[in-house]
């Protein structure tokens, strides 16, 4: 019995419910399944405030463009760092971080994929909340004065329904996923075709609210949009890219499963802001599809944000087993870290958080870019896209990933490198911008700059005989 499958039914858990890498035999999601798992995870909410935040510096036109150059970059720059070797071992992202960062080095990207996505999930139960309260006001269960305990039981119950779903782990995804992806996708493209056609006069006269006066500077920041958005997959795609059989078969549901959903959907967010001054289709489906096609709106809405909800509360159970306290909970343990904290943010704090989504966009941009650009220069480049599996596991001051007291300074270095280099060129808050900004974006010279800083200083480290690089 491998060590990985020994841990497995110690803890009572299946394979895919620990961090251990998967089996040949364990990993059953072909390119169509996983393609349909992605999308399903890429389908939500945030997409429609993506499209908001371009729409308050560009046309349709030219915010469609960005957006769609933006998240195909985003997606590559993910793919290039997470699927190689994700795809190679049966890892996830954060065990496929642990050769840049050190065997304690870990809590780097735990943290970082925790913050993302527990952030994220929030964002999403916002908004099925919202939604779940335009549904009942629209079909005449409540009435206003119910809003607040109907907006708060129905996040709650969004909750249950993960938890439920996620208890026969991968399975559940698999399955709610096949449920969910023909419903998105037809829905998606009808309340397209409904906005475009029906106000395609006022979003053409439409003016950005808070254009820069320079096209150059309005485009890059809609493409620096676009790729801090797709850059929030890297905590999602190890889990889900780690059940294909290989690298190869996920590169293309990768970037076609979540690359070229979020422009697609953005679209409805971008067009609505510009039309009618508000991008979440709760409150605008009803008025322009009548109650019985906008009550499937809304019904679509609330499935896309629910799908999601259970991918990221997946990915995040997963990662959370890196934690040595938390390696052998259940499952079930597992999954209410990532839940609770969701739920208390949702149901006590809900505008707070929402009003606030612009910093939290930035700071994915902050800190992901030169993550990725670390491990693309690592396992491309300097390890020859190969790792010593034993070693990710391994924990022990001989082990060839320990470095210096579990760290790797070469990874916190460049991580330090492409935060100020980021910071320098865009301001995260105030979204002030210095030169050559409008030329590169932040996020693309954060990348850089960060793997270059990461090799720089590797050169030092291997010749210390650290890493494992021989």
């Known amino acids: 019995m491998s060590m990985e499958q020994t ?19 364990e990993r059953t999601w072909g390119q169509l399944e996983l393609g349909v798992v992605l999308l399903v995870a890429a389908a939500a909410t945030w997409c429609y405030i993506i499209g908001e935040y371009v729409g308050y510096y560009l046309n349709l ?12 970059i985003g997606i590559l720059l993910v793919t290039l760092a997470v699927v190689p070797s994700a795809g190679r071992y049966g890892i996830d992202s954060i065990v496929s971080a642990r050769p840049q960062f050190g065997s304690r080095g870990w809590i780097i990207p735990v943290f970082l994929q925790y913050t993302s996505i527990i ?14 309260v335009q549904l009942l006001l629209t079909i005449g269960v409540i009435d206003e004065s119910l809003s607040g305990t109907a907006q708060a039981i129905a996040t709650l119950l969004a909750c249950a329904v993960v938890f439920y779903v996620l208890l026969s782990g991968k399975t559940g995804i698999e399955r709610i996923s096949n449920v969910l992806f023909f419903f998105i996708l037809g829905v998606g493209a009808w309340m397209t075709w409904l906005l475009l056609s029906t106000k395609s006069d006022a979003i053409a006269a439409a003016e950005p609210a808070y254009a820069s006066g320079s096209l150059r500077w309005d485009y890059v920041t809609g493409v620096e949009i676009g790729i801090v958005s797709l850059l929030s ?17 996920a590169v293309k549901p990768a970037m076609l499963g979540m690359g070229l959903p979020v422009p697609l959907l953005s679209v409805i967010g971008l067009a609505a802001i510009l039309a ?13 599809g009548g109650v019985f096609y ?36 259940p499952w079930t343990a597992t999954l209410l870290l990532g839940l609770v904290p969701v739920a208390i943010i949702t149901v006590i704090l809900p505008d707070l958080f929402f009003s606030n989504f612009g910093t939290f966009l930035a700071f994915i941009g902050v800190f992901f870019a030169p993550l990725c650009g670390i491990q693309i220069v690592d396992f ?36 330090a490198a492409g935060f100020v280099t980021y910071v320098y060129l865009l301001d995260p808050i105030t979204y002030a911008s210095r030169a050559p900004y409008d030329f590169m974006t932040a996020s693309l010279p954060a990348a850089v700059i960060g793997g270059l800083v990461f090799w720089i200083v590797t050169i030092a480290v291997r010749g210390a005989g650290r890493g494992g690089y021989d």
């Open 7 to 25: 841990t497995a039914t110690q803890s009572g858990d299946t394979a895919e419910e620990t961090n251990w890498p998967l089996l040949k035999s």
């Open 119 to 132: 952030g994220w999930n929030c964002l999403l139960l916002i908004f099925f909340g919202k939604t779940a």
């Open 380 to 415: 491309l480049i300097l390890r020859n896209q190969r790792l010593n599996l034993r070693a990710l596991y391994d924990n022990s001051d001989s082990a060839a990933y320990y470095y210096w007291a579990g760290f790797n300074p070469a990874g916190l270095l460049g991580m």
């Open 276 to 288: 009618l001054g508000i991008s979440d289709p709760s409150q605008w489906m009803v008025e322009l």
């Open 294 to 329: 906008g009550s499937i709106a809304l019904l679509f809405v609330l499935a896309a944000n629910l799908g999601t909800a259970i991918i990221g509360v997946y990915a995040t159970a997963v990662g959370l087993r890196s934690v040595p306290s938390f390696e052998r909970l």
């Open 61 to 72: 036109k030219m915010g469609f463009a960005s957006m769609t150059a933006g998240s195909m």
């Open 233 to 249: 997959w890297w905590p999602y795609i190890g889990a889900m890219v780690r059940v294909a059989p290989n690298a190869s078969s």
